[in-house]
């Protein structure tokens, strides 16, 4: 069941290539300040969000299926860096909205085992959930410290927090809460955070009330444990 899902959810990129490459030449060919110009470039945004919402897909039918979502490569270094350019990103778009967005490790420097696409994946998912849920105006504070054994990353905002039925069942795809009048549910992303996590031998928790905002503390362990640790190479920097 979960190959043949695989399989139908792959053939979805194919045609979303088509649409891309046609808005894209639509974009070429008018003038930049022409309206089609504007409408084939929210088309290219469009599909974006499309594609990235089909790769999510992917990931958690291949998690939940036992399989690793591509070859698992463990390394030994320093993670910090990398959060800090995810969190550079993110400031971008978080500001454009309104919002503040601040990282603050405590330690300049963490040398560790962990599993870079995984921990992108984990941060990435994290600000733009509390970038989606937190009004202009507000902020979202990103933080990372080292815990004995263990690398623990807090991500909180001021954004419109959840109610005790909802913390349970956040982690769920496609979540909608029955009183949410918005139609703001929290779609795939908490999901893959969740998998990822669990991927990595870590946890998470989450502390939120209606009005006063979230806190997802993630705990990983430094050490990973009967995992093969390629040689160091630091990681690309995200898009």
Known sequence: RTTSFT?????????????????????RLAPPDSEIHSDAAAIVRSEQGLLHLINQILDIAKMTAGAPMQKVVWKHGDIVPLIRSIAETHAVYAAAAGIKLTFAPQEAQVMMDYVGDYVQKIVQNLLSNAIKFTAPGGEIYLSTRIDRRNFVLHVSDTGIGFTPEQKEHIFKPFYQASNDTRN?????????????????KGTIEVHSAPGEGSVFTVTLP??????????????????
């Not at 290539?17 to 974009?27: D, P, Q, R």
């Not at 703001?184 to 990595?200: F, H, W």
């Not at 430094?222 to 898009?239: F, R, S, T």
């Open 184 to 200: 703001i549910g929290t779609g795939i992303g908490l999901s893959i955070v969740s998998l990822t996590v669990e991927k990595m």
């Open 7 to 27: 399989n139908i959810t792959r053939e979805f990129r194919t045609p979303l290539t088509i649409i891309h490459s046609a808005a894209c030449e639509v974009m």
């Open 222 to 239: 430094l050490a990973a444990k009967g995992e093969v640790i390629a040689e160091y190479e630091p990681d690309p920097l995200p898009d």
